[in-house]
């Protein structure tokens, strides 16, 4: 690891970790709290995701739709408007709403095989970002003079890597740069997740195997045809079996780097808390 122990983490002048693990136990607010101290750089994913990997993508599908519409079609073939998204720390809703929900079209769904398509630009994108972590902790200090370094991962990170491979090509890269801090959280938390994701379900990415044995099995259940699922309603069916697939894969990972609970993060008020929470992390490890 980065950091051999407690000691050697207070007394190291750059401190640089990459923290994973569900969305919605607090790695954005983990890195917004750093962020506010002045000394640290946030590196978001997703922000690194929408504006550089996957801009282009979703500002033409904008386009797409605007084209439909006479007014707008006239105006953009003049050049007389100009449309693009307007992604930000806190409006990340530009790729969720790429990356889109599979179902009728009539609900707002995407055919499966256009929603596989965009799977797999999210998967390569994220990828890309996620290697880009070590020049942007280079480029945060030598640039901008910031010396310690936050990697905001999205949810998804565990399907892109082979946990049980000591040798996994991305952990090994992202655990030379920074230490892997994996945010656990307890069974009241998923249920929390769960009753939340169902009030308000939002695009995930899957991996592609699971996707399609989740697919197949929602329509086998329901016997409906795929032409005509409620988006919404297939992602909330599939959203307790995706936190199930991932949890054992998160806890896999967490040997590259250290585990903290989602309580302890919550608890956070500052950059010492922080500090002190990843040194008793560490002491744990090794105890």
């Given at each position: 690891m980065?950091?051999?122990d407690a000691?050697?983490w207070?007394?190291?002048?750059?401190?640089r970790?990459l923290?994973?693990g569900?969305?919605?136990?607090?790695?954005t607010h983990?890195?917004t709290?750093?962020?506010?101290?002045g000394?640290?750089?946030?590196y978001?994913?997703?922000?690194?995701?929408?504006?550089r990997?996957?801009?282009e993508?979703?500002?033409?599908?904008a386009?797409?739709?605007?084209?439909k519409?006479?007014?707008?079609r006239?105006?953009?073939?003049?050049d007389?408007?100009?449309?693009?998204?307007?992604?930000?720390?806190?409006?990340?809703s530009?790729v969720?709403t790429?990356l889109?929900?599979?179902?009728?079209?009539?609900?707002?769904?995407l055919?499966i095989?256009?929603?596989?398509?965009?799977?797999?630009?999210?998967?390569?994108s994220?990828?890309?970002a996620?290697n880009?972590?070590?020049y942007?902790?280079?480029?945060?200090?030598?640039?901008?003079g910031?010396?310690?370094f936050?990697?905001?991962?999205g949810?998804?990170?565990?399907?892109?890597?082979?946990?049980?491979?000591d040798?996994?090509?991305?952990?090994?890269?992202?655990?030379s740069?920074c230490?892997?801090?994996?945010?656990?959280?307890?069974?009241?938390?998923?249920?929390?997740?769960?009753?939340?994701?169902?009030?308000?379900?939002?695009?995930?990415?899957?991996q592609?195997a699971?996707?399609?044995?989740?697919?197949?099995a929602?329509?086998?259940q329901?016997?409906t045809?795929?032409?005509?699922v409620?988006?919404?309603a297939?992602?909330?069916w599939?959203y307790a079996?995706a936190?199930?697939?991932?949890q054992?894969?998160y806890?896999?990972?967490?040997?590259?780097?250290?585990t903290?609970?989602?309580?302890e993060?919550?608890s956070?008020?500052?950059?010492a808390?922080?500090?002190?929470?990843?040194?008793?992390?560490?002491?744990r490890?090794v105890?």
């Open positions: 980065l950091y051999r000691d050697h207070r007394a190291a002048t750059q401190k970790v923290v994973y569900m969305s919605g136990l607090g790695k983990l890195s709290t750093l962020r506010g101290a000394t640290w750089f946030h978001s994913i997703d922000y690194r995701i929408g504006t990997y996957m801009g993508l979703i500002a033409d599908n386009k797409a739709e605007a084209m519409v006479p007014f707008l006239e105006l953009l073939m003049s007389s408007i100009y449309i693009g998204s307007n992604i930000t720390f806190d409006n990340l530009p969720s790429y889109g929900k599979p179902g009728a079209s009539e609900k707002g769904g055919p095989d256009e929603y596989r398509r965009r799977q797999e630009q999210f998967r390569r994220e990828l890309s996620l880009d972590t070590g942007f902790a280079e480029r945060a200090q030598a640039l901008y910031y010396p310690n936050i990697c905001d991962t949810g998804s990170i565990c399907e892109w890597v082979n946990p049980n491979d040798y996994d090509a991305l952990m090994t890269t992202l655990s740069v230490l892997p801090v994996w945010i656990k959280g307890d069974a009241a938390h998923t249920a929390a997740l769960i009753e939340r994701f169902d009030r308000a379900p939002k695009p995930m990415a899957y592609p699971f996707l399609l044995e989740c697919w197949n929602y329509l086998a329901t016997g045809d795929a032409a005509k409620d988006p919404d297939f992602v909330r599939t079996r936190l199930a697939h991932r054992p894969r806890e896999a990972m967490a040997r590259w780097g250290v903290v609970t989602a309580d993060v919550a956070l008020k500052g950059e808390d922080f500090t002190a929470l990843i040194a008793t992390a560490l002491e490890r105890g």
